[in-house]
């Protein structure tokens, strides 16, 4: 019989590896590991006295015990103080808990106070130890921790940390006398050796030792950031005069008259590309603002001196409606657009790479087969990021370094200037802090024409009277979008989900023209499909979030969302902007699952009550935090593990104006706060 192969036996981790897992290393990473709260184990509670939802110590002692078997084994002990009886149930337990139970045993309990049966009050697997024993001084802090490192280790390891540690303060007593600040040293040892009586201040943050650690994380923050762009300063990229001609016949061939925000934009990136130092600037521009157009300006300056502009968007669909509108725009000026995507066989992407290396391409639309090896610039000046929070630090950074190749195979050491487009706006808060070390422009005015979209909730009961309404407007000359729901966050799901709900609708709606679209389909059934739905050959598209951005049809005048409970508010606000794109009133309807979750109940209020995309985006960041916003920028670390963004906004203003004194007055003192609170992570924010 052949040798069974040995299991290989996984080593418990060392408690220093442990430690290492929450990344707890120098004394300094200990010292700022604090507590998520805080527990009162300084006083004993009468059971009399307690509440239901309230964490709660009591000495007691054990009157009865009672095995259960059925419906499931359980430890039931009853247990009596001079003031009342409270039950302890144990779901799980060994046979030393039977023991420690024992009748007559006198024990101290530690846990939540919940309502048993009979309104009898219970705790569920109390924490247990000596009853009689010295109680805490102070409150007891509980620390973020991993498994197999339990609160009273981590505890030691953390004040050990802090009786070594070197608690010099980083900001000088001129700086904390400004800002009304209490010394690093004072904040920390409150927070860790937390007194009774600032039990309520400690619990709600708002105690002054919170301020100065929510303080002093920003400010590393805007620290970080602001070095970044003095790093960017230092750095060389193309000059790149103003158009005299492109701009000029541009202007005169477009069928529309720019609003006075696109013209006030166009001119803010004429002059970023005329100077030397690279452009790092985010257009911000709610759904239908007019973003590509900005583009296509910013495009046309670059390439009426000579360079090339790649312009990169997230998903093919949106990379090919960018590629139609400009083609349409620029090709009259006898610009060669060019376009890039997976999509593409084997021999168009080499003659497309060639044009490319030759510089016969001058605009290059594409997905991220832009940045693939294969693919080398003539002399790449611009790169254009479509909804960049979609793309990685190292995919946004790829393009840029493509930039700096192609000049240095002409000799030059110059980084492209890069312009990064938005059509989710970002709160002020968060452009304060994550976003501050680039330059803001805002597109805040709709092209005249748009027509308010009104936002109406309907329970999915009542999707056959929604089916009528799709009837009545197709009469009318009117199309309709509907789309499906998110199943499980699954695309697999998801098509599926679609394909039923065409068919179904295909069915139901006969003899109306319904059409399909997916993700999953080919770049030609998708262009087929969409180019069918603007010739007005289909008046129903089922769809799933694949129309989500970039999709324009005028004649469009209703959206439908299943399930929209399902859906982030950026997302449904980006759906419900592929209507009111023409003159006619256009309806987005949410239909919903009840019951709501009150997360759910509040994303659809929030749709009903406004279409500002700006004030969905701080609902949005309330509501859920600021990681949708940021996408893979901060790549899963959150560098913000006290500070509110909601909540703390002046703090934010105040470290901000506190970290260019800083970064100008007293650098060695700046260098020092962000290697105390960022290190390594530092990077994360340079993306």
Not at 253 to 262: M, V
Not at 299 to 304: K, T, Y
Not at 473 to 480: F, H, Y
């Amino acid at each position: 019989m052949p040798d069974q192969p040995q299991k290989k036996i996984q080593k418990k981790p060392t408690p220093a590896q442990l430690l290492e897992r929450l990344g707890l290393v120098k004394d300094m990473d200990f010292i700022v590991h604090l507590p998520l709260r805080y527990e009162d184990q300084t006083q004993i509670h009468e059971i009399a006295s307690l509440a239901i939802g309230e964490y709660a110590q009591i000495e007691a002692t054990v009157t009865q015990q009672t095995l259960l078997q059925h419906p499931r084994k359980q430890l039931h002990a009853l247990v009596r103080d001079h003031s009342g009886e409270l039950l302890v149930r144990l779901l799980h337990f060994y046979p030393s808990q039977i023991k420690q139970f024992a009748e007559g045993s006198f024990l101290r309990l530690r846990g939540e106070v919940r309502r048993g049966f009979n309104t009898a009050l219970e705790m569920v697997h109390p924490k247990v130890t000596q009853a009689g024993t010295p109680l805490a001084a102070t409150l007891t802090p509980i620390y973020p921790t991993t498994d197999g490192l339990s609160q009273p280790a981590l505890r030691k390891a953390i004040l050990e940390a802090l009786e070594r540690g070197n608690l010099i303060d980083t900001l000088s007593e001129k700086v904390r006398e400004h800002y009304g600040l209490i010394d690093f040293a004072s904040a920390v040892t409150q927070l860790h050796y937390p007194a009774v009586e600032q039990s309520s201040a400690l619990l709600n943050q708002s105690h002054p030792a919170w301020d100065r650690i929510k303080f002093d994380e920003l400010l590393a923050q805007q620290l970080s950031l602001t070095a970044a762009r003095a790093r960017r300063a230092l750095l060389k990229a193309p000059a790149i005069a103003s158009s005299k001609k492109l701009t000029h016949q541009l202007t005169t061939a477009l069928s529309f008259t720019l609003t006075g925000a696109q013209q006030r934009v166009i001119a803010e990136i004429d002059q970023d590309l005329q100077r030397t130092q690279p452009m790092n600037r985010l257009l911000q521009g709610d759904v239908g603002s007019g973003k590509t157009i900005v583009a296509a300006f910013a495009a046309v300056q670059a390439i009426e001196q000579g360079y090339q502009v790649a312009l990169m968007a997230p998903t093919e669909l949106l990379a090919e409606q960018h590629q139609q509108k400009l083609t349409a725009w620029l090709a009259p000026l006898g610009i060669q657009v060019d376009w890039l995507s997976g999509s593409l066989t084997p021999a168009q992407r080499r003659q497309a790479n060639e044009r490319i290396a030759l510089g016969t391409s001058q605009l290059i639309v594409g997905t991220q087969a832009l940045i693939q090896e294969t693919v080398q610039f003539h002399q790449l000046g611009l790169v254009i990021l479509d909804e960049q929070h979609r793309f990685g630090v190292e995919q946004r950074l790829e393009l840029s370094r493509k930039g700096t190749l192609s000049m240095a195979q002409l000799g030059a050491d110059l980084l492209p200037h890069q312009l990064n487009m938005s059509a989710t706006p970002i709160p002020r808060t968060l452009a304060l802090t994550f976003y501050s070390d680039l330059d803001v422009s805002i597109i805040d005015e709709l092209p005249p024409g748009r027509t308010p979209v009104q936002t109406k909730l309907l329970a999915a009961d009542r999707r056959l009277e929604m089916m009528d309404r799709v009837r009545l407007a197709v009469q009318e000359g009117q199309q309709v979008y509907w789309v499906c729901p998110l199943v499980e966050e699954s695309e697999a799901l998801q098509l599926q989900t679609a394909v039923d709900t065409y068919e179904q609708m295909a069915q139901e709606l006969a003899p109306l023209r319904v059409g399909l679209l997916h993700g999953r389909m080919n770049s030609a059934e998708k262009n087929q499909v969409m180019a069918s739905f603007r010739a007005a050959e289909l008046d129903v598209l089922v769809a799933t979030t694949v129309i989500e951005v970039g999709v324009d049809v005028p004649n469009a005048t209703i959206m439908v969302i299943e399930h929209a409970e399902r859906y982030g508010l950026a997302q449904l606000h980006q759906l419900r902007g592929r209507v009111g794109r023409g003159h006619k009133v256009s309806f987005c309807i949410l239909m919903y699952q009840a019951p709501l979750s009150a997360v759910a109940r509040e994303r659809l209020r929030a749709m009903y009550e406004t279409t500002d995309g700006f004030e969905i985006a701080q609902r949005d960041l309330t509501i859920r935090g600021p990681g949708e916003f940021l996408g893979v920028r901060q790549s899963g670390q959150m560098l913000l593990r006290f500070a509110n963004l909601d909540q703390d906004s002046d703090l934010i203003l105040q470290a901000k104006e506190c970290a260019a004194y800083l970064y100008q007055h007293q650098p060695e003192q700046a260098a020092a706060h962000v290697q105390r609170w960022l290190g390594a992570k530092e990077e994360f924010l340079r993306g």
